[in-house]
């Protein structure tokens, strides 16, 4: 058995841009129903903290009323460890994609160390999240609904995704053999990059392309995206990034000295 089974307190919903309180509101609901309490807030576009709201969440008002509202996704996941954007659109750039039953089975590699969180990423209601916000994310996650009838309420795609999280959250609590719990396979010598960690590497690896003339923002040709996805998929931990950045230091002050 392990010795520390992860808690649902671990996993945060982020709704970015929702336009109706009443979703606002429902999505609680979904959340408390599944045990789960850490819901954030990034730029709404309308008020959230209304009667509807209050009406729609059904006792889950509480999770409404604490949630924080941030100006950014960054800011809003900055300390998670992954980082899991809902998408239901095909993308011209493959990422990697889970099914819903897929992240409830990555939930006790990813979040048996006590200070790693997930973050679970929802979109607009009339658009969902954009390329860049789902840049930003290592893994996407599509729920397979019927292709003739594919739209989901907000409130309900969070409680497919909440309910598969507290699916595992039951499973891990009644193990009946317990396998290795480490995202590599065993345990690791230096915890996993922060998403702040990794947008500080990528807006540091951009600046380093530049100086070395490797990289023209006048003609981008996808290059950020891909060495994004690139490194999101390696899963780089806080030792890794540093050296990264050192190297990126070292070619930026090559390419000063050069000119």
Request: proline share 6%.
């Amino acid at each position: 058995m392990l010795d520390r089974p992860f808690s649902l307190a671990q996993l945060r919903i982020v709704l970015v841009g929702t336009s109706h309180p009443g979703n606002v509101g429902g999505v609680a609901r979904a959340m408390k129903n599944m045990g789960l309490d850490d819901l954030a807030l990034v730029t709404p576009r309308c008020e959230v903290r209304t009667s509807e709201a209050v009406s729609r969440a059904s006792g889950a008002d509480e999770l409404v009323a604490a949630a924080p509202v941030h100006d950014t996704l960054e800011s809003a996941v900055a300390d998670a460890t992954l980082v899991v954007g809902a998408s239901a659109r095909s993308r011209n750039l493959p990422w990697p994609m889970l099914t819903p039953r897929q992240l409830g089975g990555c939930l006790v590699a990813e979040l048996t160390p006590a200070d790693a969180r997930v973050a679970l990423v929802f979109g607009r209601e009339d658009s969902g999240l954009t390329n860049n916000e789902l840049q930003r994310c290592h893994r996407h996650v599509h729920i397979p609904t019927n292709p003739d009838f594919s739209s989901l309420n907000l409130a309900a795609a969070v409680q497919v995704l909440a309910y598969e999280c507290r699916q595992a959250w039951l499973q891990e609590a009644h193990p009946s053999e317990a396998e290795s719990a480490m995202p590599f396979g065993l345990e690791w010598d230096s915890p996993l990059a922060s998403h702040a960690d990794l947008e500080r590497f990528f807006d540091h690896l951009e600046r380093a392309l530049i100086a070395v003339e490797f990289h023209d923002p006048a003609q981008p040709r996808q290059l950020m995206a891909r060495l994004r996805r690139l490194y999101l998929r390696a899963r780089p931990d806080q030792m890794e990034i540093s050296i990264l950045r050192g190297i990126l230091s070292a070619m930026e002050k090559k390419a000063g000295a050069s000119r």
